[in-house]
């Protein structure tokens, strides 16, 4: 566990520029950037337990998880592999914005003025061009969080969502984001054969049906393309 999170962090740090530039961009203390070299260096024996692991993740304003727990389901791949996701030392990421706003899976959360980016997430260019199809372009890619139960067993509540915010129309069946009545709603969105479309709830024990057809003001904000659980939309 202790060499994972160390490998982990060192793909951080070779991101970052360096050493020095982990440093200075997040003003350590001069022991914090001695503990960091020790804890990054190849034949280092320093400890790196639970809690010195949460403390750098706060520190390094990391996604929480990524150093207490690299072996959980749905990231071991994160440190294996640059061609399939992010947090591996040698390659270039992008650096995708998490938002604050959060879609309800239920009855529908409400509706921010505007867009605050909370973190950013570092995902490998090649993953997303492997994977992500179709896509808009990269630079539309977002992170929201989804809360309910109504989409399970397709994600489950509090799952982090990757959303193409280039989709304004859902010109393909999937799942998206959606705006009406002031509030924010995750739903699937099929075609009908008659013409229109149709908003339903994955849970079966949700029911959830609804008409797009244009009778009432309904904004497309993007398509749901992946979910942190690993399961490709």
Do not use: C
């Not at 400890?47 to 750098?56: D, L, Y």
């Not at 129309?169 to 479309?197: C, M, Q, S, W």
């Not at 049906?209 to 393309?225: F, I, K």
């Amino acid at each position: 566990m202790e060499d994972a999170r160390r490998e982990v962090l060192r793909g951080f740090v070779r991101d970052q520029g360096g050493y020095a530039r982990v440093v200075q961009a997040f003003r350590l203390t001069p022991s914090q950037g001695s503990y960091l070299s020790q804890l990054i260096a190849r034949d280092s024996a320093a400890s790196f337990g639970e809690r010195s692991a949460k403390n750098w993740e706060e520190r390094l304003k990391l996604r929480p998880g990524v150093l207490v727990r690299p072996d959980m389901p749905g990231l071991p791949q994160l440190v294996r592999s640059a061609d399939d996701l992010p947090f591996l030392p040698g390659f270039e990421g992008l650096n995708v914005p998490v938002l604050a706003a959060a879609a309800s899976m239920g009855g529908g959360a409400e509706r921010m003025e505007d867009d605050f980016v909370v973190g950013r997430i570092t995902v490998s260019p090649q993953w997303i061009a492997k994977t992500i199809k179709p896509l808009t372009k990269p630079e539309n890619l977002r992170f929201i969080h989804g809360y309910g139960d109504s989409m399970e067993p397709t994600f489950s509540d509090g799952d982090i969502l990757l959303v193409d915010t280039g989709v304004r129309h859902p010109d393909i069946d999937g799942i998206y984001v959606l705006a009406a009545n002031e509030r924010l709603f995750i739903k699937r969105v099929t075609e009908r054969i008659g013409g229109g479309h149709e908003i339903t709830s994955d849970n079966p024990k949700v029911k959830t049906v609804q008409a797009l057809d244009g009778s009432q003001p309904v904004e497309v904000l993007g398509r749901v393309v992946w979910a942190w659980n690993g399961k490709k939309l």
